[in-house]
């Protein structure tokens, strides 16, 4: 009799690491994030700067904006808005330096540099801008 309960033991004890194995494989097979779907795809945006202008000259990214003398050091003589490429700087051509707050406060442009987002045409040493989503000062 007891020859039959050790058979009968190893075969429950065979029987339940079966069941565990199996549960464990099902659930790593059903994970996820829990947030989406395996039909959502998910957007790939570039969140970092520009490095270079490109040929047909349309910038459309991510860039450094600020005051083109007080922190980009272009050598104008006067306070106005540009943008940086890489190791470039454009001067930004309709858009004044204050039309987004006082430039000269503690967190406007001649006292900071931030990134902004643009679309345009860069002609020389000046970028005109089609598109630009600034944030708040």
């Known amino acids: 009799m007891s020859v039959l309960n050790k058979s009968k033991g190893n075969s429950m004890r065979v029987l339940a690491m079966m069941f565990t ?3 464990l494989l099902l ?9 989406c779907g395996p039909s959502k ?10 490095e270079s ?4 000259n349309y ?3 991510n860039v450094l904006i600020s005051c083109g003398m007080c922190n980009f050091m272009n050598g104008d003589n006067d306070c106005a808005l540009a943008i940086k490429v890489g190791s470039k700087v454009f001067s930004v051509k309709g858009v004044g330096i204050d ?3 006082d430039s000269h406060a503690k967190d406007g442009y ?8 643009v679309e345009g045409r860069v002609r020389g040493k000046s970028f005109t801008a089609n598109k630009m989503e600034f944030p708040s000062i």
């Open 27 to 35: 659930s790593e097979v059903q994970a996820g994030c829990g947030g």
């Open 99 to 101: 039309d987004h707050g």
């Open 59 to 61: 910038v459309e990214g």
């Open 21 to 23: 194995v199996c549960a």
């Open 110 to 117: 001649c006292n900071v540099i931030k990134k902004v987002y």
């Open 53 to 56: 202008v490109p040929r047909n």
């Open 41 to 50: 795809t998910h957007k790939s945006e570039k969140k970092g700067l520009l």
